[in-house]
């Protein structure tokens, strides 16, 4: 979970010059203007804001919640040919017909980790549902959704894809392969 989480609250610098900032720079001049605005009081007061705000939450031992899917679902058929792909020169054999592509299992929260003790996790099935998800108000910070699907192995089980989904946001999120293959000393 550290490895795909991070608090959206501690990303946003201060804001950007306005638009009639640049007026004076031409196109080439981009990299002027914008170390000329850092020097302005705007964006110092900005700064500062965002630097108290950033230590305030720093400061705070409230939890920050992820929501995981309750289940792991299953692969697609084109994680077949991805994990195929990406591990190209490896002769893996993938017996398809015996490729199951049906429901996965439960997740079992007790077994999930961060290495920050502010990060605890529930369910998915505990919140509503769709967009009404995000438009709640709850009386605990949400920082992300997260799932994932089955592992998809090769026939010797030493290569292996899997896909995640990270949503911070109705419009906010984004979905990833992870590749995985077993090292020389079986892990």
């Known amino acids: 979970m550290d490895s795909i989480y991070y608090d959206k609250r501690m990303l946003p610098p201060p804001p950007p010059p306005p638009p009639e900032f640049f007026e004076n720079y031409s196109q080439n001049e981009l990299d002027k203007a914008i170390s000329d605005y850092k020097q302005t009081e705007t964006y110092k007061q900005g700064k500062k804001k965002w630097e108290k705000k950033k230590d305030s939450l720093n400061q705070d031992t409230s939890p920050i919640y992820l929501a995981i899917s309750d289940s792991i679902t299953r692969y697609e058929r084109e994680d077949m040919y991805e994990l195929v792909q990406h591990f190209n020169n490896q002769n893996i054999i993938l017996d398809s ?91």
């Not at 592509?101 to 077994?111: A, C, T, V």
């Not at 994932?148 to 979905?175: A, C, E, H, P």
């Open 97 to 187: 017909k015996n490729i199951e592509l049906n429901n996965g299992f439960k997740i079992d929260l007790s077994k999930l980790n961060s290495n920050n003790e502010k990060i605890k996790f529930k369910y998915q099935s505990e919140f509503p549902k769709g967009r009404e998800f995000w438009r709640t108000e709850y009386d605990f910070y949400i920082a992300a959704k997260i799932g994932f699907n089955r592992i998809l192995f090769d026939n010797t089980k030493t290569y292996g894809v899997l896909n995640g989904g990270f949503g911070m946001g109705i419009l906010n999120g984004s979905g990833f392969r992870i590749f995985i293959r077993k090292n020389e000393n079986g892990k």
